[in-house]
C-alpha cells in the first residue's frame, strides 16, 4: 500500500538536543497527524494539524502542516529520555471513502543518550 | 473515560489455527480500524467498520476478516494462520470531529506468535 515518506529512519542523540524530522508524500493532504509509540502499546497522538501553513505546539513538540500540503515537520526541542520511541507520521487525503484511510509513514526511532 | 480496549495481550497460535481478537472502542466512537504492526512494514491498514458495515478495506487476503456489533465492539479474525502473521495487531476508534478529521485513538494491541 501507499506509504509516507518519513525521515530520519532513526536518531541517537544527546540528552538536551533538539530533534527534527519530516514525511514527504507526491500526494495532497488534508489532514496531518503525528503519534509516538513506546514500547509494548499502541501510538498515542501527539499533534493534528488541519491548515497548510499551520504550525501548532504541544509542550516540547512543534508540527507543522507544509504549505504545499504535501509535507509535514515535527521537532522536538530539548529532548529528555522519556521522548525515547517510535514517531509516526500519518496523512488523510480527503473525507469520504477511500480517501478518509491514514497513510503512514515507516516511522522514525529516537533514542536519548542520558 | 475508558480507552480503547484490546483483547487478549498476548497469544500463540500454531500454524493452521485461527484467531479473534476483540476491541471495545471509546464510548461515543462509532468508527473502528484495524491495522497489522510488524518491524520495518509500519502500520498496515487492515479494515474499518462504522455502524457495523465495513467502510474501508486494505489489501490483506481473505484470512482476515472482521466485523462490529450494535455497541460498535468489533472483532477481527484470522484463519489458517500462517508464521508470517506473527505482528501486533492494533485497534483503533475515531470520533469524526468537524473537520472530517479521521483522528484515530489506539488500544494498545494483540501481541500474536505464530509457531
Known amino acids: 500500500g501507499q506509504q509516507l515518506n518519513q525521515s530520519p529512519q532513526s536518531m541517537f542523540i544527546q540528552e538536551g538536543e533538539d530533534v527534527s524530522m519530516n514525511c514527504t508524500s507526491s500526494s495532497i493532504f488534508n489532514t496531518w497527524l503525528w503519534y509516538k509509540q513506546d514500547p509494548g502499546e499502541g501510538p498515542v497522538l501527539l499533534i493534528a494539524?488541519?491548515?497548510a501553513g499551520e504550525l501548532t505546539s504541544n509542550g516540547r513538540l512543534t508540527a507543522q502542516f507544509g504549505i504545499t500540503r504535501k509535507d509535514s515537520f515535527l521537532n522536538i526541542s530539548a529532548s529528555i529520555p522519556s521522548d525515547v520511541g517510535i514517531y509516526f507520521c500519518?496523512?488523510?487525503?480527503?473525507?469520504?471513502?477511500?480517501?478518509?484511510?491514514?497513510?503512514w509513514g515507516l516511522g522514525t526511532s529516537l533514542a536519548v543518550n542520558p | 473515560k475508558a480507552g480503547v480496549t484490546q483483547t487478549p495481550r498476548y497469544l500463540i497460535k500454531t500454524r493452521g489455527q485461527q484467531v479473534t481478537l476483540s476491541c471495545s472502542p471509546i464510548s461515543g466512537h462509532r468508527s473502528v480500524s484495524w491495522y497489522q504492526q510488524t518491524p520495518g512494514q509500519g502500520l498496515q491498514f487492515l479494515f474499518e467498520y462504522f455502524s457495523e458495515t465495513q467502510r474501508n478495506k486494505g489489501n490483506f487476503p481473505g484470512r482476515f476478516s472482521g466485523r462490529q456489533f450494535s455497541n460498535s465492539r468489533s472483532e477481527m479474525n484470522v484463519s489458517t494462520l500462517e508464521l508470517g502473521d506473527s505482528a501486533l495487531y492494533l485497534c483503533?476508534?475515531?470520533?469524526?470531529?468537524?473537520?472530517?478529521?479521521?483522528?484515530?485513538?489506539f488500544g494498545a494491541g494483540s501481541r500474536l506468535t505464530v509457531l
Open positions: 494539524l488541519y491548515k
Open positions: 483503533a476508534s475515531s470520533l469524526i470531529n468537524l473537520s472530517g478529521a479521521n483522528v484515530l485513538t
Open positions: 500519518a496523512g488523510q487525503r480527503g473525507y469520504a471513502g477511500n480517501n478518509r484511510k491514514l497513510i
